[in-house]
């Protein structure tokens, strides 16, 4: 059974980094396509980005100077950073296996909670 | 950008059947993805590509898909079934990921 989580600081700076990594387990994560989803508190999802295999990767528009997917193989882990945050990027972040680019999230984490907050 | 909408809420009585849409241009050319999220937890996958249900996914929740809507349809709701649900597809134009803004079932 393919398990999820995720994990990082849940308080950042404004203008900082956010640093967040998903600890996959269960399957290889080689092997199928990895998304990062955000929902801020009492609103809907939004997409991120995705990521397969370090080979390719999509962001959301509105986010994709801001962000960077990464895949760390022998540690069957993925990664995201977002820089300069703000507010608005105070957000559940959750990670998932997805079936393929077309998008149906299978697997979810649990999600994590990152406030933006001097 | 290709645009999502979902009503805000539904409600239902128990044991009636829901039906939650998802309006887009032309959807029905696209695999529409549906996820139900209970407070405090994750989003999960209950239908994809229109109308295929994982496994362990009650045959009572069924999609459909065509022209510009897609719905969702439970049938004999429970109280468990109170949650959000959203869609979701992959533009192919933008090659971009796009959620709805989500639905409230309430189930009186």
């Known amino acids: 059974q393919v398990q999820l989580q995720e994990s990082g600081p849940g308080l950042v700076k404004p203008s900082e980094t956010l640093s967040l990594t998903c600890s996959v387990s269960?399957?290889?994560?080689?092997?199928?396509?990895w998304s990062w989803i955000r929902q801020p508190p009492g609103k809907g999802l939004e997409w991120i980005a995705y990521?397969?295999?370090?080979?390719?990767?999509n962001y959301n528009p509105s986010l994709k100077s801001r962000v960077t997917l990464s895949i760390d193989k022998s540690k069957n882990y993925l990664s995201l950073r977002l820089r300069s945050v703000t507010a608005a990027d105070t957000a559940v972040y959750y990670c998932a296996r997805v079936s393929s680019k077309y998008g149906a999230n299978t697997d979810w984490g649990q999600g994590t909670l990152v406030t933006v907050s001097s | 950008s290709y645009v999502l909408t979902q009503p805000p809420s539904v409600s239902v009585a128990p044991g009636e059947t829901a039906r939650i849409t998802c309006g887009g241009n032309n959807i029905g050319s696209k695999s529409v993805h549906w996820y139900q999220q209970k407070p405090g937890q994750a989003p999960l996958l209950v239908i994809s590509y229109d109308r295929d249900r994982p496994s362990g996914i009650p045959d009572r929740i069924f999609g459909s898909n065509s022209g510009n809507t897609a719905t969702l349809t439970i049938s004999g709701v429970e109280a468990g079934d109170e949650a959000d649900y959203y869609c979701?597809?992959?533009?192919?134009?933008?090659?971009?990921?796009?959620f709805g803004g989500g639905t409230k079932l309430t189930v009186l």
């Open positions: 990521i397969y295999y370090s080979v390719e990767t």
């Open positions: 269960g399957t290889s994560i080689s092997s199928y396509y």
């Open positions: 979701q597809v992959w533009d192919s134009s933008s090659d971009h990921w796009v």
